[in-house]
């Protein structure tokens, strides 16, 4: 299964947004991997890798393809695109964690 989501984090795929989308896919009994949407299969990386992640340099406004296969595919990509549609740093200011 997969989806495409526009990135909203100001950050981007950086530091903190990068870190929480990694969390949150560990959490889970699937395999996710996150490319950039206009990459094709090429361009997906494994999203429980910190390095692979930030590494991709997606900002803020971007839209990416988050592919999942497992068990728990379905719920693994709800979470990612909830978490990557929201903005984590306001989020946080409100007490709260986009997860």
């Given amino acids: 299964m997969e989806r495409t989501v526009t990135v909203v984090p100001e950050a981007?795929?950086?530091a903190r947004p990068a870190s929480?989308?990694?969390?949150?896919v560990n959490r889970f009994d699937a395999d996710v991997?996150?490319?950039?949407?206009?990459?094709?299969?090429?361009?997906?990386?494994?999203?429980d890798s910190m390095l692979s992640v930030s590494g991709l340099n997606v900002g803020h406004g971007e839209s990416v393809r988050v592919v999942a296969e497992g068990d728990e595919a379905e719920a693994a990509l709800?979470?990612?695109c909830d978490l990557l549609s929201t903005a984590v740093e306001q989020n946080e200011a409100d007490g709260g964690?986009?997860?």
């Fill in 12 to 14: 981007g795929l950086h």
């Fill in 33 to 47: 991997s996150i490319g950039r949407a206009d990459d094709g299969d090429e361009g997906l990386v494994r999203a």
């Fill in 20 to 24: 929480k989308l990694v969390q949150t």
């Fill in 78 to 80: 709800d979470a990612v």
């Fill in 97 to 99: 964690e986009a997860e």
